[in-house]
């Protein structure tokens, strides 16, 4: 997890003494992110639950790599990424031998649904990943079972309308950022690896945003922690695009 200690200054600075890295990068600099391949075939489509699930485990289980760890091969480039002062993912969606293809780049498969690869500048991404397309990743809606095993969770925001590739690289967001909380607040991030994903409750939704504003306590209290998304895409800056939970109806 030390690779995520820039994230750990932005997301739980309560839990840690390093200040926090600018978020606005260095106009000069390179634009760094981690692609996100989704696998989308034509005949058999994923549902969109298996598809964010898999990609909320990817995006983690690639920062949590002993690869990524001090001395890994992928340490400097993973450190980098995290600590340019957005965690940006790119998703891109694949099938027959193009999915076959991103295997062979660096990276971390997860229920052979999504491959999360080691993050760098987009400008530098491999043939492999830049012939594949951004656009095409929505599925349709599906109905997931209710979340009742205390596993943890990602929220999704009930009042805004994301892609299929949009929400892919959020709750990649939110894996890595409610890891880092628990990792940094004493516990096991061994035990949010691999969250559910659903659409929250408005309700839900509106009890937990209104303890935002003061994230140390929503962490007490509800054990939560949004994604406020850049807005690039899809959704105005600042929105919160979903949250994570350590357990279910915390």
């Keep these: 997890m030390a690779a995520l200690e820039p994230l750990a200054a932005r997301v739980c600075p309560w839990a840690t003494d390093r200040?926090?890295?600018?978020?606005d990068e260095d106009p000069d600099g390179p634009v760094r992110a981690m692609p996100v391949i989704l696998r989308i075939e034509r005949q058999e489509p994923p549902t969109p639950t298996a598809l964010l699930e898999a990609a909320a485990a990817a995006a983690l289980a690639l920062c949590t790599d002993e690869r990524s760890a001090p001395g890994g091969e992928w340490y400097d480039a993973v450190a980098a990424w995290c600590g340019a002062g957005r965690i940006r993912k790119l998703a891109r969606r694949a099938r027959t031998a193009h999915w076959r293809a991103v295997q062979d780049v660096p990276g971390v498969t997860v229920s052979e649904l999504v491959r999360a690869l080691v993050p760098g500048p987009?400008?530098?991404?491999?043939?492999?990943?830049r012939r594949l397309q951004i656009g095409g990743t929505d599925l349709p809606?599906?109905?997931?079972?209710?979340?009742?095993?205390?596993?943890?969770?990602?929220w999704l925001n009930p009042r805004v309308e994301q892609s299929t590739g949009k929400a892919a690289a959020q709750v990649g967001h939110a894996s890595m950022i409610l890891a880092t909380v628990v990792?940094?607040?004493?516990?096991?991030?061994?035990?949010?690896?691999?969250?559910?994903?659903?659409?929250?409750?408005?309700?839900?939704?509106?009890?937990?945003?209104?303890?935002?504003?003061?994230?140390?306590?929503?962490?007490?209290?509800y054990g939560v922690a949004p994604v406020r998304d850049a807005g690039?895409?899809?959704?105005?800056?600042?929105?919160?695009?979903?949250?994570?939970?350590?357990a279910a109806g915390g």
């Design 19 to 23: 200040a926090a890295p600018e978020v």
């Design 122 to 129: 987009v400008d530098e991404v491999p043939h492999e990943v």
């Design 141 to 154: 809606d599906d109905a997931p079972a209710r979340v009742d095993d205390g596993r943890p969770v990602i």
């Design 183 to 221: 990792a940094w607040t004493g516990s096991d991030p061994a035990d949010v690896a691999a969250p559910a994903v659903r659409t929250a409750s408005e309700a839900d939704w509106d009890t937990w945003c209104a303890a935002l504003d003061d994230p140390e306590k929503a962490w007490a209290r």
């Design 232 to 246: 690039f895409t899809e959704v105005a800056p600042g929105t919160v695009t979903c949250i994570g939970q350590v």
